[in-house]
């Protein structure tokens, strides 16, 4: 495995911290990660999920962002590019965002080519075509006239709106299955045709960590799921001589 935070130049890949105010510790990890590991990198990608929900960026101005806030304008304002890929929780994320962090926001999915590799990289809630209850209300709250809509509510209406949203899917969660709520195969192949076959597929979202080898109209891809910061970090490095996994503590 090799050492994250070395010598060597590398990128890294994160996803699904759900940063709140009621997991102090993750935020306290994060910002470390940030400061101790992160500023090592030539880039970092936060592939969605960056935050448990953003309700907007009328919120940046809370107390528990502010260290936050401050420990990524400080990563970026020191030679580490930071792009992030909304997730389901922040897709709400935008522009007064990215200009307090430094942060460019990229498209779902996003193609980029890193060390002379060819890769895909995404949340993932899209391929979850299974779940097509999800797929509907993804479709409903990504759409420019219900964002408008929401947005033109006071904060705290769309705090406690997104809060019984949250309370409804927990509870729906227990009745879905294990399946519907992972990706769909074809999905991912159908992705990876769109794509021309990319050598690795990077995505976050399942919280099920994994690599998997894919073999595709005689191409070879593997896909990386990333897994979530509940309990400890987790990143992804890439380099010149490939990939490797680490949990990170502090």
Known sequence: MNNIGNAVSHSLFISDLHLCASRPAITHLFIHFLQQTASQAEQLFILGDLFEYWAGDDDLTHPDHAAMIEALKNLTSNNTQVSLIHGNRDFLLSEQFSAATGIQLLNDPSDVNLYGKRILISHGDALCTDDTRYQAFRLQVRSTDWQQDFLSQPLSTRKAQIEALRLQSEQEKSHKSLTIMDVNEDAVRALLR????????????????????????????????????????????????GFSSQTINV
Request: charged residues 25%; aromatic residues 8%; glycine residues 10%.
């Open 194 to 241: 769109h794509h021309a076959y990319p050598e690795l597929f990077i995505h976050g979202h399942t919280h099920r960590p994994g690599i998997h080898d894919i073999e595709i109209d005689g191409h070879q891809c593997k896909r990386i799921v990333l897994g979530d910061w509940y309990e400890q970090g987790s990143c992804l490095r890439l380099d010149h001589h």
